[in-house]
């Protein structure tokens, strides 16, 4: 593994780079074109590969090579010439549109070049095409100190400060831990790494995994019920695969829509997601609903996943300078770029409006008055009020589910529910009181706490909901009369 890009000049060397992409146990190979009368490419091919260490091989085909090169790989459809650059990811160089593993020119500006490379090499990475590289040997352990804010340039290096020896700043080699994920959605400035590195001048270092339990986490941030962002993966008719986590997925059934008009593989969209008995339910959400902040990857790191941005495609015509055999191709490539974009913004509208205006259809009685929770929480609180009031983790009996509709006969449903949301986040609107002695909900079981909240003292019948405290949980147990059993 060198941090060097490799120079294809010979028909040899073409021979070597073809069998290395027919190999299917390899990493992705990125693989750049020289134009006629150029030595070298515009953009940066040792910084290139030396960001990709680890991730991807980078080779450079001389204009001449690259002749022999389309001859042995099978024809111009798989192969790479005129300035362009061409990933070959494993095993999947020649299925389905290899558009998106093609990057053009960029004229005067190279430097997006290796930009567009390490975003789509991240792509494949999390995709899962790509076998685990594994640090070379005669590491020493090491922990480093990031010391910059990472960049948003995900072709950018990120480097750290060493603790053993303050004097050296290692390249910090992270794909190893998330495959796929930038630097800016891993880390922060200052977090701490634990790991090994080389020991020469400029060191790699190689972080380790930190302990984590990310389903623990995800059950933490979004409580019973939030809105946030997710990873699109696998989209069918009528099944979307949602990740929330990169070791997280949920997903998005309906039987009923075409779900690949609404949503694309890769892209970051709002959804509702809510604590069911199953564990978790996703659902689309509505423009109106309000996201907080993905997860984070990494105890203590940043969202791992940022609210996509509007992305303008410079469509404009390639300049006589710039022109050479390809000029046609490079304008197509940039309208496709232009197209996808617009069919994006399409599918996000589509579904939002979808959402909003079909509602949401739930599977179960748990299911609806969870989500009615959060939009009465969301409506009566501010986002401060919500800081303050926090929803607690809300864990519903097959008893107090099967009691609403006798106490909705006493009070409307609207009165219960605000009752249910104050309960459930302390609220004093709705008074509680502990049950009297000699009460059989008077005694503490296994850390419960039996309590009795009052829906409305001045409606007939005075309904009650009883419910149990331990920690940041709280269970209901029954509702009804005020005469009842509660």
Known sequence: MTTEFTLVATDEDVENLVQRIRETERLPI??????EAETAPPWDAAGLASRLRGEADVFVVTAKASYRLTDLIGGKANSVHSGWVRI????AWQKGDQNR???APEGGRASRVAHR????????GFQGYVPVALPPSGLVDDTVVINQSPSDDVSALLTGRSKSDPSRYPIIRFSGLYPGIPANRLFKRGMELRGSRTTGFLPDFFPDKPHDDPLARFTSHIGDIACTWALVGTVTSDSVVVYVHPEITLRINDPDDDLTLQYSEGSVVKVLVMRSTDGWEVLPASEDDVPIDAMSAL?????WLFPPSVVEVDVEEVS????????ELIAANREIERLNGEIAKLKDRFRASRAKKVGVVHQTDE??????????YCERFSSAERLSYPMSTVVFTP???GDIPDVCRLVNYETFLRAVVNIAIGHEQTRVEKFKGGSPYGVVVDGWQVRRGHVADEAHGAPRIRFAKKGDAIRFDAAGHHDDDL
């Not at 990125?30 to 134009?35: D, Q, T, Y």
């Not at 105890?299 to 969202?303: A, D, I, L, S």
Request: net charge negative; aromatic share 6%; proline share 9%.
């Open 88 to 91: 070959y990811p494993a095993d």
């Open 101 to 103: 593993n093609r990057i």
């Open 30 to 35: 990125v693989v750049g074109s020289l134009r």
């Open 367 to 376: 299911h609806c008055l969870r989500a009615d929770m959060r939009a009465n």
């Open 299 to 303: 105890p203590g790191g940043p969202p």
């Open 399 to 401: 008893e107090f589910l």
């Open 320 to 327: 006589s300078e710039d022109a050479f055999d390809d000029e």
């Open 117 to 124: 490379v390490t975003e789509r090499i991240l792509e494949i």
